[in-house]
């Protein structure tokens, strides 16, 4: 099931807890900074949706990535809403302040803007392998486009798989191409369905000719907060 027309503006960001908050108080205090969103109003006209995402604290496979805590997946209105939200006043006042309280860096600095195609529609689930994917130097931008879309469900119990390529102007130390989600059914199903091997070795080959997996990061998730 696929929907080429499915094609939206993201804010996509890899997030690392304040080192002084312990991973199991990330999600609650994250929740508590994503409501002062409802203080301004351009975050609330601009932003349709946010999935946010917390690390699995389960037993992964040994290339899943445990340097990052969560993932959050904005969908915004339109393309002028990445930038517009950075300049935002009410943003500034309220949200950007409380930004230290929660992650160890400003959110701008480790924020993607990416544009979304869905390759496989099905529900979302609660879990989410979330894949920043760093294409091969020698590797055409096209060709490597084309090799994500190849394979939508390399997991039997992947639901929904979404594509987002992510826009050349990246934060230092967040130089990735693309940003693959493979949505499960919730985290006991996609731990069953990640079990066994690493997750590189699960992927098609044709992905280990086109993607970098060294500078790649797979961050197994579940979901810890939805809006709306």
Partial sequence: MTDAQ?????????ARRNPQLAAEDFAQAWRAHSALGRQCRNVQDRVRSVTQCVRSLAPLPADASQDYDG???????????????????????????????????????????????????GPA???????????????DPSDFERSLGLYTRPWSGVRKTVLNLVEPQRPAGYDYDAVVEWWFRDEQHMLQSLSGRTLAASLPLVLQTTCDYASSVFVPTRVSHRRP
């Avoid at 943003?91 to 869905?118: G, N, S, W």
């Avoid at 689930?125 to 091969?136: C, E, I, N, Q």
């Fill in 6 to 14: 499915d094609t939206h503006w993201k804010m996509i960001y890899l």
């Fill in 71 to 121: 993932v959050n997946l904005l969908l915004l209105r339109d393309r002028a809403s990445a930038d517009a939200i950075w300049s935002d006043p009410e943003t500034l006042a309220i949200m950007r302040p409380d930004e230290p309280r929660v992650f160890d860096r400003y959110v701008r600095e480790c924020a993607l803007v990416a544009h979304q195609k869905a390759l496989y529609n």
């Fill in 125 to 139: 689930g609660d879990a989410v392998l979330v894949a920043f994917l760093k294409r091969r130097a020698t590797v």
